[in-house]
């Protein structure tokens, strides 16, 4: 059974930072890719940030790129999103989850266990 668990989540200030920690239970977190992804009220959940399971590899929507970064310490079992220069359409749940296998599209039907969600919240 793999368990994730996010935190970090909160309010922020438009043009502020916030970082989501995702830790995962089980020795085989490391041989695993990593995603975030993220749900606003009434809208579908959608994809935000993608890692390797070495960490080489990492894969950004257009939306985040640039202000936002993906990472992990397979060590502490833990993946990290570090949200900078946040805006008001930012605001949403981010759920951490991981990744079955090879993808092109980063849709969460590839992503089997699911953290349940942080809430970030960015004011204008």
């Known amino acids: 059974q793999v368990q994730l668990v996010e935190s970090g989540g909160g309010l922020v200030q438009a043009g502020g930072s916030v970082r989501l920690s995702c830790a995962a239970s089980?020795?085989?977190?490391?041989?695993?890719?990593m995603g975030w992804f993220r749900q606003a009220p009434g809208k579908e959940r959608e994809f935000v940030a993608d890692?390797?399971?070495?960490?080489?590899?990492?894969y950004y929507a257009d939306s985040v790129k640039g202000r936002f970064t993906i990472s992990r310490d397979n060590a502490k079992n833990t993946v990290y999103l570090q949200m900078n220069t946040l805006k008001p359409e930012d605001t949403a749940v981010y759920y951490c989850a991981r990744r079955t296998g090879p993808t092109r599209t980063y849709s969460p039907s590839v992503y089997d266990y699911w953290g349940q969600g942080t809430q970030v919240t960015v004011s204008s």
């Open positions: 089980g020795r085989i977190f490391s041989t695993y890719a």
């Open positions: 890692i390797s399971w070495s960490g080489g590899s990492t």
